[in-house]
Every structure is written in structure tokens, then in C-alpha cells.
């Protein structure tokens, strides 16, 4: 009921304040599903999740989110996991595994969760370097049978703080998951090389539903073209 009320809240309230423009497939995906996102909005990219899906979503956020009032009970009341950062705290970082157990049980359990794995929001024209949690997340939930694919999602915003802009929300194609994962016999070796691998592949999936410009000067010529 809350997680209803507040999805419709939210995007009820984003629609308001942008022009928002969806380019997805016609099916929405079923099944164990992470989205992975660009950051370039702080709150309001996880937001505009509740745009693209009528799924329940569990949500992926920094830790220190949590202690801020409002947006914390907000947090725990839809279920969101935490994520301890090296910069916001380096003695809190073994908790993640608490984090990333309990990501991996949402998708053992055919649920959807999101993250955001260039780890910040920042407002750079081009996609920083991707963590690899959304890739070992993945792995292991694929290691233990579920059928997991990673959709990536792009946001771009024709001027993120200016009421009634436009922002575009491309759903790219999923990823499958399980042919990254390390052949028998060679999984212990195998599991950095093949989050790596999977976390390339994330880049790419990304890389193609996003601008990535070398400077934003270069924007008016994309637009042009």
C-alpha cells in the first residue's frame, strides 16, 4: 500500500515538473531484473524508475540517505537497501555484504531491483567508470539459478533543473546474465574476471542509451545533427 501510494505520488509529481519522454520495448521485463542507470540527477533518477515499470522495484541507495529525515522513512518504507561508500565512510564498508546478500535473495525471488553503478551522480557529459557490484549482484544470484538479465536505463535531461524541460528515459535491451558466468571447474579464478566482463558489457549497454560527450560545447552539434 505504501509503495503503491508513493509510486503514484512520485510520478504524478515528475510528470508535472518535466516533459517526460519514454522510449522502451513494448514488453516490460519479467522475472529476476536489475536496471542499471546513469546518475546525472541524484534523487530523481531512481525516481523516474517508478515512470518506467508497474513492478515493485527494490532501490539501491547510499547510507547516508537513511539518516536524512523525510527521504529515510520514505527509503525504509519502500525496503530500500543501503550502500556503504568508501567516501561517505571507510569503517562501515563490510556491511555491503549485508547489502548485496540481500540484493541477491530479491532476485532468487523473481523481484526487481535498481542501481545505479557509477556509484555517484555527477553532471559530466560522459558516463564515469562503472563498480562492478551490479555485476557480482548478478553473478551470484545467477550462480545459484536464477535467470537474471541487467536492463540499462538512460536519462538525459535537456536542463535537469528547469521546470517543464524535457527529460528522456531510453529502456535499452537486456542483458542475460548466465552466459557470464565462469565455466565449471574455474569459478574461483573465473568470478573477478567474469564481473569484469559482465561490468563491460553494463558500459556498453549504457553507453548506447545515453550522450556520452567528450565536452558539453559539443552538445548543439549532436542536437543539430
Do not use: C
Not at 536496471?35 to 525516481?47: E, Q
Not at 515493485?56 to 540517505?65: Q, S
Not at 537486456?174 to 561490468?199: C, D, N, S, W, Y
Not at 559539443?218 to 542536437?223: A, E, G, M, R, T
Request: aromatic share 8%; glycine share 8%; no cysteine.
Amino acid at each position: 500500500m505504501f509503495y503503491a501510494f508513493i509510486r503514484g505520488l512520485v510520478s504524478l509529481a515528475l510528470r508535472l515538473f518535466y516533459q517526460v519522454k519514454v522510449n522502451a520495448p513494448a514488453a516490460e521485463p519479467e522475472g529476476p531484473v536489475i536496471f542499471v542507470g546513469n546518475h546525472p540527477n541524484a534523487l530523481i533518477d531512481p525516481a523516474l524508475v517508478f515512470v518506467i515499470t508497474r513492478r515493485r522495484v527494490t532501490f539501491l541507495a547510499k547510507a547516508p540517505l537513511f539518516r536524512i529525515p523525510v527521504i529515510g522513512r520514505i527509503l525504509k518504507g519502500l525496503e530500500a537497501l543501503p550502500v556503504y561508500r568508501k567516501q561517505d565512510d571507510p569503517t562501515q564498508m563490510a556491511r555491503n555484504e549485508g547489502t548485496l546478500e540481500a540484493a541477491r535473495a530479491a532476485l532468487l525471488q523473481g523481484r526487481a531491483i535498481t542501481l545505479f553503478p557509477e556509484g555517484k551522480s555527477h553532471s559530466e557529459p560522459m558516463l564515469a567508470e562503472l563498480k562492478t557490484g551490479a555485476a557480482r549482484i548478478a553473478l551470484g544470484a545467477a550462480r545459484e539459478g536464477a535467470p537474471v538479465r541487467i536492463v540499462p536505463v538512460g536519462f538525459t535531461y535537456a536542463q535537469k533543473n528547469v521546470f517543464r524541460s524535457s527529460v528522456l528515459i531510453e529502456v535499452g535491451q537486456a542483458i542475460e546474465v548466465m552466459p557470464f558466468l565462469p565455466q565449471p571447474g574455474t569459478e574461483e579464478v573465473g568470478a573477478k574476471e567474469a564481473a569484469r566482463q559482465l561490468t563491460e558489457r553494463i558500459a556498453e549497454g549504457l553507453k548506447a542509451v545515453t550522450l556520452n560527450l567528450d565536452r558539453w560545447e559539443d552538445l548543439p552539434l549532436v542536437q543539430m545533427a
